[in-house]
């Protein structure tokens, strides 16, 4: 449920037109609802081997770069941390929620709008985290239904105009000449491919909390978890785009930016109440997305020692809520919505937020190589769960690809963004840069200054997980070793 919760969210309500706009035709971006999916399958393999070399340990995706790159001491959790702080907003939830709701009540969708509900949204779910969240629990479990529920219904409808059950009088009419317009840009297979993969994202969920699964061979599964979500997935996917393409022309599809659910329900109702039942759905599973979020992330962040303040970061006083965490993730949504251009916000943030994680995927590939090198030197047996070197090879090929390809100019009209295409792979990289700025202060100049050492204490929670956490250690006091950012309250 890990998997399949995280997977189910707004992306295959969102992204379709702008992967449409991009790559032309109806038959490239069917192909990359299916080629989105094959990629994420060869990732999963390759994450159960890396699993396997510590079945024991939760994090996932940060315990294989740190145990495959252990030298500069302490710089890929540092990094890794500092970028989820910084990429911890909730804006693109935000964005579809407002854009739904407004096209609800027929409430045209300007700058003004669109800003003043996400924010609105985004301040009323800030709002029940911080005060309970035992009721913020129950909201995410309450709205994971809604998700369900929209997919199976836009699905299910799908199917009835396809069977001519509908007042779609030629469903079949997008499907003739499905590869006229294709577009061979590779600007433009990036985006599609980026906006698919985001739409995929949290197939790896359940690896983040391996140390906590019980059983005889907790590697086998999550691995099977995450199989049989894709799956599912996957064909609830592929299923949801045949009904909007049915549906809807394909020009509409084109300019519905992140309305392409809304408009497939008026077209199949018209004026009936029933063409409001998915903008409600959207909404309320949007909310879902946003009320918890990263918080939990945040917060074992600042329990590690990588953020400063770590007592307010890791409190969870004065409502038994990580207020400190929620307070910052408040803030970098706020900041995003309001500083983009209301058009450009959900495309921007989307792009941006998947490049530094592409660099850490590639890392990661060629990490696996290192890792098993490293174990045949040391003697010890392969995994029994060890990948194909192809599909280590896809793999790395398909993040360096999105990494590169963005760069090149796209087909006139069809950029991402009204302002330069490339934008958000600028920030990606300053914002790692930015990352490598804060480790050399904070892990080897200011310890320096401060007469202090960091180490690395490894602690086992209940149930036998294994975390670490960074601490000072004092060359004038051996005796003493205290949370890194130590602030008065601490002391």
Request: include cysteine; charge should be positive; charged fraction near 10%.
């Amino acid at each position: 449920m890990l998997d399949l919760g995280q997977l189910l969210g707004s992306g295959i309500f969102s992204v379709p037109g702008a992967i449409l706009n991009s790559v032309g035709s109806i038959g490239l971006s069917l192909s990359f609802w299916f080629i989105a999916p094959m990629f994420s399958f060869v990732a999963l393999l390759c994450y159960t081997e890396l699993a396997s070399f510590f079945p024991r340990r939760s994090g996932a995706e940060v315990v294989f770069l740190e145990q495959a790159y252990p030298r500069p001491r302490f710089f890929v959790p540092t990094t890794f941390a500092i970028t989820a702080v910084l990429l911890s907003f909730s804006a693109t939830n935000s964005v579809v929620f407002a854009q739904y709701t407004l096209s609800l009540f027929n409430i045209p969708i300007t700058e003004f709008s669109q800003t003043a509900t996400a924010l609105s949204v985004a301040t009323f779910s800030v709002g029940v985290v911080a005060v309970s969240t035992k009721w913020s629990l129950r909201a995410v479990n309450a709205f994971s239904v809604f998700k369900v529920l929209s997919l199976a219904f836009v699905a299910l409808t799908g199917v009835a105009v396809l069977a001519g059950f509908t007042r779609i009088s030629d469903p079949f009419a997008n499907f003739h000449n499905i590869w006229e317009g294709s577009s061979s840009n590779p600007n433009a297979l990036a985006v599609g491919l980026v906006k698919t993969n985001f739409a995929y994202v949290g197939w790896h969920n359940a690896f983040n909390v391996l140390g906590e699964v019980k059983g005889n061979s907790p590697v086998r599964t999550v691995r099977n978890a995450g199989f049989i979500s894709l799956g599912i997935v996957m064909v609830l996917f592929i299923t949801v785009n045949v009904a909007y393409i049915a549906a809807v022309p394909i020009d509409e599809i084109k300019g519905s930016g992140q309305l392409v659910g809304a408009l497939f329900f008026q077209h199949v109702f018209g004026g009936h109440w029933a063409s409001k039942i998915l903008p409600v759905l959207v909404a309320l599973s949007c909310v879902g997305n946003i009320t918890v979020g990263q918080a939990r992330v945040l917060r074992e962040v600042a329990r590690q020692g990588l953020l400063p303040y770590p007592t307010f970061f890791a409190s969870t006083r004065p409502f038994g809520t990580p207020l400190g965490p929620v307070a910052l993730k408040y803030a970098l949504t706020v900041l995003v919505i309001s500083a983009l251009p209301a058009r450009d916000a959900f495309n921007f943030l989307l792009d941006l937020a998947s490049y530094p994680h592409l660099v850490f995927d590639a890392a990661a590939a060629v990490g696996l190589w290192r890792l098993r090198a490293r174990r045949a030197r040391d003697g010890l047996p392969k995994s029994p769960f060890q990948v194909w070197n192809i599909a280590i090879t896809l793999w790395l090929v398909k993040c360096i690809f999105l990494l590169v390809m963005p760069w090149v100019p796209p087909e006139e009209g069809h950029a991402d963004v009204s302002f330069w295409y490339a934008m958000y792979c600028v920030v990606g990289i300053a914002l790692l840069l930015l990352c490598a700025v804060y480790y050399y202060v904070w892990i080897v100049l200011l310890p320096k200054i401060g007469g202090y050492a960091i180490i690395e204490e490894v602690v086992e929670l209940d149930g036998g997980a294994l975390t670490s956490r960074l601490v000072r250690k004092y060359s004038t006091q051996s005796e003493e070793e205290r949370p890194l950012l130590v602030t008065q309250d601490d002391t």
